[in-house]
T-cell receptor
Framework: AQSVAQPEDQVNVAEGNPLTVKCTYSVSGNPYLFWYVQYPNRGLQFLLKYITGDNLVKGSYGFEAEFNKSQTSFHLKKPSALVSDSALYFC????????????FGGGTRVLVKP | GAVVSQHPSWVICKSGTSVKIECRSLDFQATTMFWYRQFPKQSLMLMAT?????????EQGVEKDKFLINHASLTLSTLTVTSAHPEDSSFYICSARESLATTGELFFGEGSRLTVL
């Protein structure tokens, strides 16, 4: 079975500082990895994905993530955080061997302080 | 990116009534849509996979007679919460992927907050 772990419930960072949100995954086949962001009482917005190719993936709003197969990780990063980046972030994995299902991590709340 | 529209955004109903939530893909066709439920400060829980023209596939522990799903066209799936009770109060989110985009990301609706009195 596929699974995703986001070890931090909340990440606090000062505006302008680097932001990292951690994610590790477990799949039996090749993983498709995704990051989504959710603002209060809203649906999820797609940030970026890793399917194949370069391990460093660049996405929306200045976010990027690095796929590390040996560590089974897909951490989300932003070099300089903004107050508007404060939201709930979800990592998700889709195991192509398991069909269409997307499994989400528990979410990490990011709070960027001015 | 593709747009998924979900309606209504908010609904309040009395216990025992049924509520229908619509999920539409506005600019693409989706043979498969997914319905999630999200409790406060928690992650998304997949309830069921909605398949156009066939029966939905429900996750373990989700009552199919309680949460009726109909995927009548390539752009519309509906979730009906039957005989709703206060414990059904939650945030329901649908998502869809373009039919031909086998490696694509899911696009999510804005969610529907159901409050059962």
């Amino acid at each position: 079975a596929q699974s995703v772990a986001q070890p931090e419930d909340q990440v606090n960072v000062a505006e302008g500082n680097p932001l990292t949100v951690k994610c590790t995954y477990s799949v039996s086949g090749n993983p498709y990895l995704f990051w989504y962001v959710q603002y209060p009482n809203r649906g999820l917005q797609f940030l970026l994905k890793y399917i194949t190719g370069d391990n460093l993936v660049k996405g929306s709003y200045g976010f990027e993530a690095e796929f590390n197969k040996s560590q089974t990780s897909f951490h989300l990063k932003k070099p300089s955080a903004l107050v508007s980046d404060s939201a709930l972030y979800f990592c998700a994995v889709r195991d192509m061997a398991a069909g269409n299902k997307l499994t989400f991590g528990g979410g990490t709340r990011v709070l960027v302080k001015p | 990116g593709a747009v998924v529209s979900q309606h209504p955004s908010w609904v309040i109903c009395k216990s025992g009534t049924s509520v229908k939530i619509e999920c539409r893909s506005l600019d693409f066709q989706a043979t498969t849509m997914f319905w999630y439920r999200q409790f406060p400060k928690q992650s998304l829980m997949l309830m069921a996979t909605s398949n156009e023209g066939s029966k939905a596939t429900y996750e373990q522990g989700v009552e199919k007679d309680k949460f009726l799903i109909n995927h009548a066209s390539l752009t519309l799936s509906t979730l009906t919460v039957t005989s709703a009770h206060p414990e059904d109060s939650s945030f329901y989110i649908c998502s869809a992927r373009e039919s031909l985009a086998t490696t694509g990301e899911l696009f999510f609706g804005e969610g529907s907050r159901l409050t059962v009195l």
